[in-house]
């Protein structure tokens, strides 16, 4: 049922094949993502369309408490038309539904923010009486389906999460307090235990990051006694309609690693283990600070105008360094697909580490594989955050992306639609930005694909305006 790669040898490019065409034998290959909206049509349930959600039952309830259903995306048609029913028939109940199983598979890979994984089906209560009353019939019902963890609300049993709304209903905190009754609660185990040796030589010590998808440890190499870095992955996290889930894209990523460690740098994979519901790719630590903590630092508060002649020089530099490492990344035949500040290391040395590399996906892959999931708001291009097959030019409009964030501080304002390279224009004079390079970035993020510049004559530019930079003044 389940596919997993233990071997520690390394990932060819067979290997890699292997990872990206499976196809899980309790899920097999789909290319039409299903809706929700026949399921609640079949069992005649009203609703409306808000947005991305289907709304049930009534909105103007106060509502105190939340139920989340994490199931996984295969399974998320059959819980509906399980529970829909019962729910249904409550007059103090509210439900929340993604539209359709392309949205789910955007919200439990991150797109919506690292909040919300899991929480595509949601119910909404006016009382803890009302919660009380509905959990052992959802427990019941939801005995038999899986999904991911949800560390920010209690665990009640399998998939069946609870949190308590503060003030504006925004809010969401873990609660107890309202559960009079024997069902017991299971505690989120996100974590890990405290002291566990994972692999046998690595030792987590330190938090770094924390999401339902997993945690990022800073660790001890007990083999070697050394800083190492531990990625973890949680199962059933971030799963697509292909039935991979984040373990088999932290197995793509060491992969991809392995076949580019040699023409960019990127931290040395020293293992691969599994505990329990965890999978963990251990990687060397590299010390040093992520591009967009670096920006902060060099850029001033009001963005390029008011940035010093030798900090601007620098952050160009760093620019230049990430347009050769995605131009080496090309020449490998892989798309980068996840150009960000926060996916590029500025080592100790000055130089940086390409640290982002699990959404790279090759040129050509076998006919019916799919990429992952990959689209960060304000770096992915349209066509990426569709879902179509990777090319050049998404990496482009990303590059584009991200000179926007180096010089202003932010991501950008929106979505790349007609108008919106004027509005990088405008932007990019308001900050005094070379006149030479603001139609090229400006086109680097054009609706268009075609009208992207070619990567190529990005980087001569950058080049020239730099050298204009650095010998100014006869320095």
């Given at each position: ?257 392995e076949r580019l460690e040699k023409v960019v740098r990127v931290p040395k994979i020293i293992g691969y283990a599994e505990y329990g519901a965890f999978s963990f790719m251990v990687t060397e630590f590299i010390e040093g600070e992520n591009l967009m903590k670096q920006t902060k630092k060099l850029l001033h508060p009001k963005g390029w105008i008011g940035t ?120 990019l004079r308001l900050h005094q930005v070379d006149e030479l390079l603001i139609p090229r970035i400006a086109r680097c993020l054009s609706a268009r694909s075609e009208e992207r510049p070619s990567l190529e004559k990005l980087k001569m530019l950058i080049i020239h305006v730099l050298h204009d930079m650095i010998f100014r003044n006869g320095e």
């Amino acid at each position: 049922m389940q596919f997993r790669i233990k071997e520690q040898v390394s990932v060819n490019l067979s290997t890699m094949e292997q990872i990206a065409s499976y196809q899980r034998k309790d899920n097999p290959h789909r290319t039409d993502p299903g809706d929700f909206l026949s399921v609640l049509n079949s069992l005649g349930i009203r609703y409306t369309e808000e947005g991305m959600w289907l709304r049930t039952g009534w909105y103007e309830i106060p509502q105190e408490y939340v139920f989340f259903l994490p199931v996984r995306i295969s399974q998320a048609r059959k819980l509906l038309s399980v529970i829909m029913p019962v729910l249904a028939k409550e007059r103090e109940v509210s439900c929340l539904v993604v539209k359709d199983e392309t949205e789910m598979v955007r919200m439990n890979s991150g797109y919506y923010g690292l909040h919300m994984p899991g929480k595509g089906i949601q119910v909404w209560m006016s009382s803890g009486k009302t919660a009380a009353k509905l959990a052992p019939e959802l427990l019941a019902l939801t005995v038999n389906f899986h999904g991911m963890r949800l560390p920010d609300c209690v665990c009640l049993e399998n998939v069946l999460y609870v949190s308590h709304v503060i003030k504006d209903r925004s809010l969401l905190r873990k609660t107890r307090e309202f559960f009079y009754n024997p069902y017991r609660f299971f505690k989120t185990v996100n974590s890990l235990p405290d002291k566990i040796i994972v692999g046998k030589w690595f030792l987590p010590v330190k938090i770094i990051k924390s999401s339902g998808l997993g945690n990022t440890y800073k660790g001890i190499n007990l083999l070697e006694m050394k800083w190492c870095l531990l990625q973890q992955a949680n199962i059933h996290a971030a799963d697509d309609l292909q039935g991979r889930d984040i373990r088999d894209r932290l197995l793509w990523q060491r992969a991809v690693m392995e076949r580019l460690e040699k023409v960019v740098r990127v931290p040395k994979i020293i293992g691969y283990a599994e505990y329990g519901a965890f999978s963990f790719m251990v990687t060397e630590f590299i010390e040093g600070e992520n591009l967009m903590k670096q920006t902060k630092k060099l850029l001033h508060p009001k963005g390029w105008i008011g940035t010093g002649r030798k900090e601007r020089i620098l952050l160009m530099r760093y620019y230049l360094e990430v347009l050769e490492i995605v131009e080496r990344i090309h020449r490998e035949g892989f798309i980068h697909r996840n150009v960000q500040p926060s996916s590029f290391m500025v080592s100790l040395n000055g130089k940086l580490v390409a640290i982002g590399l699990g959404f790279a996906w090759p040129y050509s892959n076998s006919e019916g594989c799919e990429p992952f999931f990959s689209g960060a708001k304000g770096y992915a291009s349209p066509e990426q955050q569709q879902g179509n097959m990777p090319e050049v030019s998404h990496d482009v409009y990303s590059l584009g992306a991200l000179f926007y964030y180096l010089v202003t501080g932010r991501d950008l304002p929106g979505y790349a639609a007609d108008g919106m390279p004027k509005e990088v224009t405008d932007q990019l004079r308001l900050h005094q930005v070379d006149e030479l390079l603001i139609p090229r970035i400006a086109r680097c993020l054009s609706a268009r694909s075609e009208e992207r510049p070619s990567l190529e004559k990005l980087k001569m530019l950058i080049i020239h305006v730099l050298h204009d930079m650095i010998f100014r003044n006869g320095e």
